[in-house]
């Protein structure tokens, strides 16, 4: 990790609109519309605000077995979603500090596999996940693939604890000729401690801090950041 410059600043702000709805008894499709803001401080150019609608995402999950069924077998799921590059791309965003830019602008693609078993109080999680973005201006990103663990107690008032460690890598970058970027791999690990609050039996709060450690080997080409998040739930029988 190299520290940034004396003076420089980025502070990041996302509201995101999620809703899901059950399907095949075992099935959910869910989709997530995200508004983004960023604010970055630079001594020569000052401090600059933009934002607006990010990458919306469209995703879907199947239980083949549920957690709990078996003492011996897990719950196993199947994940798969589709990023669309609604939000604005880099190359489009406003000079100096292209504080308005809000995606990636390209198509993403992923699939997942989630095992999760419960022992009382205690859920377990172990998903791995692979994500493919198309190529732009003649450059094509690596896959990325993501490792997560987690797991969380239940209290006997239906609160909950829970805390998570996702380790997200890819290698380097490569031109239509297939010759490579060096040194543009990318590596982050995330931890997140979060909590899960009951108000009724349809309203929930979920908060969790997120923490990726400035650790040499724990992260590559990716900024250190830490963050909060609140999410307010609504559910439906």
Known sequence: YVASPSGDAEGDLEQDLFGAIRVLRRGQVAVLVPLVETQRQDPRDGGH???GIGDINLSGRYDFLLAGVSRVVPGVAVLAGITFPTGKPPELASPPLAVDATGIGAFQASAALALEQTFGPWLFNATGLVALRTAR???QLAPQGTLL???AYTLPSDAAIALSVAYTFEG??????GTTVAASSKR???LTLSGLLPLTDAWRLLGG?????PLGGLGSN???VGGLTLTVIRSWS
């Open 49 to 51: 605000l933009g934002g």
């Open 172 to 177: 380097n970058a490569s031109f239509d000729d």
């Open 149 to 151: 663990a987690a797991g």
């Open 188 to 190: 982050v690990t995330v």
């Open 209 to 213: 801090l997120t923490l990726d450690p």
């Open 137 to 139: 201006f003649g450059e």
């Open 222 to 224: 990716q900024p250190a």
